[in-house]
């Protein structure tokens, strides 16, 4: 039986109940193998528990992203890390497709104006997409776009193949991605190489109309090149699931703009991820007891 501990002190009983469903024995960290950590910007606290405790082997993270704990994670590399990368893919994946087809649709623009006005509306049907990251939240987005017959494109690190693309390209190529496309979709870890990838230049290399879409992280566009970008370019929506600074500041310009459409984070809400991370981490907890490879680990080297 695995031993594990759940900290820090007062984290919801949910990871304990989900530790338990996968074979493993809650004890304390002086005692533990493996350890679920769960505060979401604690990155001293945890370094300095995995400095006291030597015996924890394998740490899981309950988020996909984990911006936070990069110098923890490569400070601490001889130890098993894991995340949630990949759990909560579908629920963003939904988010980023209600996002496109609002922002297509000009559904903003429509809510705020108070009276009837003209119509207009682009469709999204057999549009040219380029996902940014390929990962599991580029893999379900993909399936829900099949019945719209896109022509997408799927820019990754590494250019392997992915069933329901046309075309997948290393970020060598990421302008030539972007040029043309209809909808631009971010979905890829942040980094300090993927901080600002999304500046006044690229957003210009989007075909008249085009929508940006981003449920990543708000520091990969360059937040103050947007409004810019939609007066004097070809973008004309904008979908923001994430922000920088986030939250985005109460007056912020932003938020006056009707063709840009603003969620506070919610692609993934408790609700929807409280039964998804309790069923990776129970996972998990089974496959360290087997001794089989682990869900969603983190390379220390990349950063995610």
């Known amino acids: 039986m695995v031993?594990?501990?759940?900290?820090?002190?007062?984290?919801?009983?949910?990871?304990?109940?989900?530790?338990?469903?996968?074979?493993?024995?809650?004890?304390?960290?002086?005692d533990a193998e493996a350890l679920v950590w769960a505060d979401a910007d604690d990155p001293s606290g945890l370094s300095k528990l995995l400095d006291e405790h030597p015996g924890?082997?394998?740490?899981?993270?309950?988020?996909?992203?984990?911006?936070?704990?990069?110098?923890?994670?490569?400070?601490?590399g001889g130890l098993t890390w894991t995340c949630a990368k990949g759990v909560y893919a579908e629920p963003v994946a939904e988010h980023a497709l209600a996002l496109a087809l609002a922002c297509r649709r000009h559904l903003g623009e429509f809510a705020r104006a108070g009276r009837w006005t003209k119509g207009r509306a682009e469709y999204l049907l057999g549009q040219r997409v380029t996902i940014v990251g390929g990962g599991g939240i580029a893999e379900s987005l993909l399936r829900l776009l099949g019945p719209f017959g896109c022509d997408v494109t799927v820019v990754r690190s590494t250019a392997r193949p992915m069933a329901g693309v046309d075309r997948v390209v290393g970020t060598d190529r990421l302008d030539e991605?972007?040029?043309?496309?209809?909808?631009?979709?971010?979905?890829?870890?942040?980094?300090?190489?993927?901080?600002g990838l999304i500046d006044r230049r690229r957003l210009d290399l989007l075909a008249p109309g085009g929508v940006l879409v981003n449920v990543a992280r708000g520091g990969h566009v360059v937040t103050d090149d947007i409004i810019p970008a939609l007066y004097g370019g070809p973008l004309a929506g904008v979908g923001l699931d994430v922000t920088d600074p986030e939250p985005l500041p109460d007056g912020h310009p932003l938020w006056d703009r009707p063709d840009v459409i603003i969620t506070p984070h919610t692609a993934n809400t408790p609700t929807m991820a409280l039964p998804l991370l309790s069923a990776r981490v129970t996972a998990n907890v089974g496959h360290y007891a087997r001794d089989e490879p682990l869900e969603g680990p983190i390379d220390p080297t990349a950063g995610y």
């Open 3 to 30: 031993r594990v501990a759940v900290a820090p002190a007062g984290v919801r009983s949910f990871l304990t109940d989900a530790v338990e469903a996968g074979g493993g024995e809650i004890v304390d960290v002086a």
């Open 56 to 76: 924890v082997r394998w740490v899981q993270l309950p988020w996909a992203g984990i911006e936070p704990y990069v110098d923890v994670v490569q400070s601490h």
């Open 177 to 195: 991605a972007i040029a043309g496309a209809d909808v631009l979709v971010l979905a890829l870890p942040l980094t300090a190489e993927t901080t």
